[in-house]
């Protein structure tokens, strides 16, 4: 199970999670981890996206805590009837409510660790990617993100 912030504009107007670029640099990711994007539950921690109208744009805004508690149960409803091997949390919202509290990304980028009711790993969000200007990190920053995946395919088939 992957869990992502929220919807974005494109995953908004269509209605299904990852669908516009930050999606695009997830599929890609996850093929050249050897992972099957259908084979995947993806999801959000927010259900809805939380925007600031700019002229005809509606521009990402981060959701709050109240916002992210406020979806949590719904997250957790999807944890029990998916029961994931793993659960990957796709940037600081989703660790925030898929953990129940705040945590750093950076110290524990890429390790599986215990949660209620199963296992969790905890990476960057694709869009973190998209944001990088430079190419050689960017590049950098790609390759960490597919060799998180892979280790979470190694612990998911572990289990199995």
């Given at each position: ?47 809805h996206f939380k925007f600031e ?29 998916v029961k994931p091997a793993i ?56 390759r960490k993100f597919v060799a ?13």
């Amino acid at each position: 199970m992957l869990v992502g912030e929220q919807p974005g504009d494109q995953e908004d107007k269509q209605g299904r999670p990852f669908v516009g670029p930050a999606g695009r640099v997830l599929t890609e990711a996850l093929a050249d981890a050897g992972i099957d994007r259908d084979t995947v539950f993806v999801t959000n921690a927010v259900k809805h996206f939380k925007f600031e109208p700019r002229g005809k744009r509606r521009l990402h805004k981060r959701p709050n805590v109240n916002e992210i508690e406020r979806c949590h149960w719904w997250l957790d409803f999807e944890r029990r009837i998916v029961k994931p091997a793993i659960v990957v949390a796709l940037g600081a919202t989703a660790l925030r409510s898929i953990s129940g509290h705040p945590l750093a990304i950076n110290k524990i980028r890429g390790r599986v660790l215990p949660i209620e009711g199963g296992r969790m790993l905890a990476t960057i969000h694709p869009s973190y990617i998209l944001r990088i200007e430079d190419d050689a990190d960017k590049r950098a920053q790609y390759r960490k993100f597919v060799a998180d995946l892979k280790a979470c395919a190694k612990a998911a088939a572990d289990k199995a």
